[in-house]
Every structure is written in structure tokens, then in C-alpha cells.
């Protein structure tokens, strides 16, 4: 056991990607040295980065490191909600399950869990294969080369969560918008509030319409639930309904551009599941696992004094748990730096571990495989339209992708 002190070496983080396909290379070298390490923040704060998929997964199941980003101590990659006041706390986007402990998160979770079993997801496959063959048919009676982005990976998962949500995909636009900046970690703070305001505005305003008049999805849902109790929370509403807006559309949407480049780039792989999409889902999970693209979203601060890979963090510290490094851990799996789809894998932490797991799990899986089986069969000699190296790939983005994905066939 080693008792380290904010005098412990430090490294300025985040690091960047040097590879598009692989993470940044001082992720492994922390890794390999089995460091739990001490890093500057860009919002001025210290903290401690996990990298082994062992030492991740002991922290997301720990009540001692709490997901209370109002706590001083949480670790901000931005400077934004550092320079929020108690007044804040009002805020239903902060106040919404991602932030909560036990046991307020527990009842937050399962009111909408049942939103995202794996019947209900069966139920939705027809209108998500729809969907998807409806931009695929735009795609195809189009010019090219075309953006993948923007014919494909990004009004998917958009229509399909607003589909969801009870959302008009007329609006998908300024929620898209809105989004972006809200997740670019250069973005101007100010910006970055507007965002956040116009948000809070527009949902709020379509809970309200929801409450006045509840349809068949799941906001109209959850208002009819909350009435059968006899508790109305309009906070509630609006901060679950921001929450699956933005990580329901965004992640989707970059693992669809990710995942056909890779696959492009892996031919015999992609002929393997042209030739049996039996192994689609397999190679859906291994690309989950390749990219891990949501790279912070296992942070927490200790609530108490914890001892974690042989090292004693003190109380009121911030942590961070690298996935993309635990799923490159060469411990839990062989040459993990390799894109295998027959790998099989599915205990890795894409979509984190523990009581905070991703909600839409099973829904990011359904349509990935839909979208993957659909494209490569109805357009089988599907390419990159300009090279790797010219594609503009979200580094500057708390979820990494793709901007622009140009494609011809």
C-alpha cells in the first residue's frame, strides 16, 4: 500500500490521440506500470486517473466514490460547472440520475428502467429498421460521395430517441446543435451556458405539453406513472429527459461512423459478417470495446479516505477511470490493441460498470446492429472516399467520432 499526496508527479490531461484507432499512448504507459496517477485538469483541478480494468471496476461498484458532481472535489475535464453557485442546484440537467447516489439513484433508475428491456427494445426493431432503410434509400438516390455522418450516423439514433421521447424530430436540429457545443471541451464557457439555458428552456417547456397532455412514449409514460403515485416531479422529467436526449443521439450516432470505418478498414472481417450477420452483435461489442468513446464518463470524488490499487486516496478527491484504457488492459484481454470480432468479449466497460451501467445499453446494441447488417447488405461495395488520414475526427469532443465521414460506392 502506497500513500500518495498531491506533491505525487503529475501530467497534464487530458492526453491527446496520436491514432485514431487507438488510445492516447501515456494511457498505456500508466497502465503498464500499474500506476494509479495524479493528473491536472484544464478546469485548474488535480486529481487521479485509473487505468486497469480491475481497478475501474473495484471504483464503479464502491459506495465511497460518489457520482455528486455538485461536490467540490468531482473531477471536471471543463471549467464550466466549476463556476456553477448553489443557486445551480436547481438545475433539473444537474440534478438528473447521472449525478445521484444511493438511494435516490436507485428509485430514479428504476422508474425508467423498464423503458429499456430487452422486449421492449424487440418491439421497437421494426420502426428502427424503417428508419434505417429510409435513409439508406436517401443515401443511395443521392450525389456522392456522401457524408456518412450526415446521412446516416447522426438522424438514426436522433429520430429514434425522439421517437422515444415523444421529441419532435423536427427540433432534432437545435438539440444537435446545442449538444455539440455543449460536449466540445474548447467550446467558450459562455457558450457553453447558452446552451445549457436554451436546453433547460426548450425541455422544460415540452414536459410541461407533456403533462397537460400525455401520449404513448416514454416522457408520456413516466408523467402517467408519476400521477398513479401521487408525486408529480417536473425536475425529474426534464433532467431524464436532457440526459437521454444528449447520451441517447450522440453516442450512437459516433459509434455508427466509427464502427463502419473500422470495419471498411478490416475487410475480412466485414466479409465475415456479410457472409453471416450472426456476428454482427459480436462485432458490435467488440467495437464498443475498441473505442470506448466516452472515455470520462466514470468519474467520481471519494467521499471517504479509499485505498485503490495499492494506493490511499484521501477524502474529497476526484477520480478518474480511463475505460478506454481498461479495455485495452492486456491482463483481461489478448492483444487487446487488435480488432478482432471473434474475441467474444463482453465484459468490457464501454458502457461503464456497476449501478451507473448505461440505461440504453440494449437500444445502442439493436441499432447498431440494424444499421451495420443494413448498410454493408444493401450496399456491399460501400468505401472511404478520401483517406483516414484527412478525416476530421472529434478530438476536441468529450465523445470521440467523427465530424464529416465522406463515402462512395
Known amino acids: 500500500m502506497t500513500e500518495m499526496t498531491s506533491s505525487a508527479p503529475v ?45 475501474i471496476r473495484a471504483m464503479l461498484t464502491d459506495p465511497r466514490f460518489s457520482s455528486d ?15 456553477l453557485n448553489e443557486e445551480d442546484r436547481d438545475n433539473p440537467f444537474l440534478t438528473s440520475m447521472i449525478n445521484m447516489d444511493p438511494p435516490e439513484h436507485g428509485a430514479a433508475r428504476r422508474a425508467v428502467l423498464g423503458e429499456f428491456t430487452v422486449k421492449r427494445m424487440r418491439a421497437l426493431q421494426p420502426r428502427i429498421q424503417e428508419i434505417v432503410d429510409e435513409h439508406i434509400d436517401a443515401m443511395l438516390a443521392g450525389p456522392q460521395p456522401a457524408d456518412l455522418v450526415q446521412a446516416l450516423s447522426l438522424p438514426v439514433p436522433s429520430l429514434v430517441i425522439c421517437e422515444l421521447l415523444g421529441v419532435p424530430y423536427s427540433d432534432h436540429e437545435f438539440f444537435q446543435q446545442r449538444s455539440t457545443t455543449l460536449l466540445n471541451r474548447e467550446a467558450d464557457v459562455d457558450e457553453r451556458q447558452q446552451a445549457v439555458d436554451e436546453l433547460q428552456k426548450y425541455l422544460d417547456e415540452l414536459v410541461t405539453a407533456k403533462e397537460a397532455a400525455p401520449g404513448d412514449d416514454l416522457l408520456g409514460r413516466q408523467v402517467l406513472k408519476q400521477r398513479e403515485s401521487g408525486e408529480s416531479d417536473h425536475r425529474f422529467l426534464v433532467g431524464t429527459a436532457f440526459l437521454l436526449l444528449i447520451a441517447g443521439h450522440e453516442t450512437t450516432a459516433n459509434m455508427i461512423s466509427l464502427g463502419t470505418l473500422t470495419l471498411l478498414e478490416n475487410p475480412a472481417q466485414l466479409a465475415a459478417i456479410k457472409t453471416d450477420p450472426g456476428k454482427t452483435l459480436d462485432a458490435v461489442e467488440e467495437l464498443l470495446r475498441y473505442f470506448t468513446i466516452a472515455e470520462f464518463a466514470t468519474s467520481r470524488v471519494t467521499t471517504e479516505e479509499v485505498e485503490i490499487g495499492e494506493v490511499v486516496i484521501p477524502k474529497g478527491e476526484g477520480v478518474i477511470g480511463l475505460s478506454n484504457a481498461a479495455n485495452r488492459d492486456e491482463s483481461v484481454f489478448e492483444n487487446p490493441d487488435e480488432f478482432d470480432i471473434e474475441r467474444g468479449a463482453r465484459h468490457h466497460v464501454a458502457f461503464g460498470f456497476g449501478p451507473h451501467q448505461c440505461l440504453g445499453q440494449n437500444l445502442a446494441r439493436m441499432e447498431l446492429q440494424i444499421v451495420f447488417d443494413t448498410l454493408f447488405r444493401r450496399i456491399p461495395t460501400l468505401k472511404l472516399a478520401t483517406s483516414v488520414d484527412d478525416l476530421p475526427f472529434k478530438n476536441d469532443s468529450q465523445i470521440f467520432g467523427l465530424h464529416e465521414f465522406p463515402v462512395t460506392w
Do not use: I, N
Not at 13 to 40: H, I, N, Q
Not at 71 to 83: I, Q, S
Open 11 to 55: 501530467a497534464s490531461f487530458p492526453m491527446k490521440r496520436t491514432c485514431p484507432f487507438s488510445p492516447p499512448p501515456e494511457y498505456r504507459d500508466l497502465r503498464d506500470e500499474g500506476r494509479v496517477a495524479r493528473v491536472d485538469l484544464p478546469s485548474g483541478q488535480r486529481a487521479w486517473v485509473l487505468t486497469r480494468h480491475e481497478d
Open 69 to 83: 458532481r455538485f461536490d467540490p472535489g468531482f473531477p471536471l475535464t471543463v471549467k464550466r460547472l466549476r463556476e
